[in-house]
């Protein structure tokens, strides 16, 4: 068995960038969604694509598509590049080829590949939990991904929003963030509000227990 690789887990910005898919099955149209909801554009290449990808296609302005196998042109202007065709000469050209041009590039179910991994992602916008094996199981980090699924509340990206409102506000009031206790007011009472609901009771209690006046 080889040795697994230490990775470094990064959240990226692929906000407005050119990002390219290569290939059109199920597990690229996961890919093709995964980047939309990351605001990306996305570029297809494929002579064949799902139905499900197909309508984003043909609704979706930020995704566009090459009906034709894969070549090494299609990586132009590219920031980022998944290949999911299932086919492993196609996944290692396109590696190469990503390699040489200093892309990011992930093959799926090929970590030979990659150099980056796709990990399973639970949302809760703007909060996401990220689920890495480093490419040793898929399955078992989406095992992993249903676990939290079920015990992260959904509440939780309205939190870190208050949460985010709060330290703007004291930045502007030209008050400094660093040093406050922030890991002592973010505990199990704090997110029993947010689940109630007592949103103007979370900013109070945070307020207070920084120190600053609302």
């Given at each position: 068995m080889a040795e697994a690789v230490s990775v470094l887990p990064i959240a990226l910005k692929v906000d407005g960038r050119h990002?390219?898919?290569?290939?059109?099955?199920?597990?690229?149209?996961?890919?093709?969604?995964?980047?939309?909801?990351?605001?990306?554009?996305v570029?297809?290449?494929?002579?064949?694509?799902?139905?499900?990808?197909?309508?984003?296609?043909t609704?979706?302005?930020?995704?566009?598509?090459?009906?034709?196998?894969?070549?090494?042109?299609?990586?132009?202007?590219?920031?980022?590049?998944?290949?999911?065709?299932?086919?492993?000469?196609?996944?290692?050209a396109v590696y190469a080829?990503?390699?040489?041009r200093g892309l990011l590039?992930?093959?799926?179910?090929?970590?030979?590949?990659?150099?980056?991994?796709?990990?399973?992602l639970v949302r809760r916008d703007p909060v996401v939990v990220a689920v890495s094996t480093?490419?040793?199981?898929?399955a078992l980090a989406a095992y992993l991904k249903r676990r939290l699924e079920s015990d992260l509340e959904e509440e939780l990206g309205k939190l870190a929003e208050v949460?985010?409102?709060?330290r703007d506000e004291l930045h502007a009031r030209k008050i400094s963030t660093e040093q406050l206790p922030w890991s002592d007011i973010i505990n199990d009472e704090l997110i029993q509000s947010?689940?109630?609901?007592?949103?103007n009771m979370v900013r109070s209690r945070v307020m207070c227990a920084l120190g600053v006046a609302p």
């Open positions: 990002c390219v898919v290569v290939g059109g099955g199920p597990i690229a149209t996961r890919k093709v969604r995964d980047l939309l909801h990351a605001n990306a554009r570029h297809v290449v494929s002579p064949r694509v799902t139905g499900e990808l197909s309508d984003l296609i609704k979706d302005n930020r995704v566009t598509w090459r009906n034709r196998e894969y070549e090494p042109a299609d990586l132009d202007g590219a920031a980022l590049v998944v290949t999911a065709t299932a086919r492993r000469a196609v996944d290692a080829d990503a390699q040489q590039v992930n093959s799926a179910d090929d970590p030979e590949n990659c150099n980056f991994y796709l990990m399973a480093a490419g040793t199981s898929p949460l985010g409102d709060i947010a689940k109630r609901g007592e949103w």
